[in-house]
């Protein structure tokens, strides 16, 4: 896979149906194992540290701008420092 840049892989993510999700220190790209990896553009340039699965589907996404509940191909929640999120 080729993801523009130079960016730093910080976390990987094998979702069970194939899905790769790979957040690097300029974003989050995914894609199935067999194909290109696109950018998610919610995500922007966030440096992105860790990816999760969630207990109630999705993943939990964590960044430096936050903590991100993606389900159902979009953010569903978001929790930053205007939540109360310590930096």
Do not use: K, Y
């Amino acid at each position: 896979w080729r993801i523009p840049g130079e960016p730093r892989m910080r976390a990987l993510h094998l979702d069970p149906d194939g899905t790769l999700w790979v957040g690097v220190s300029q974003g989050l790209f995914r894609g199935a194992l067999d194909s290109e990896l696109v950018p998610v553009e919610a995500f922007g340039a966030a440096e992105i540290s860790t990816i999760r699965a969630a207990r109630a589907g999705g993943l939990w996404i964590g960044s430096d701008q936050g903590v991100v509940r993606w389900h159902e191909n979009r953010a569903q929640q978001r929790i930053g420092m205007a939540e109360g999120l310590g930096s």
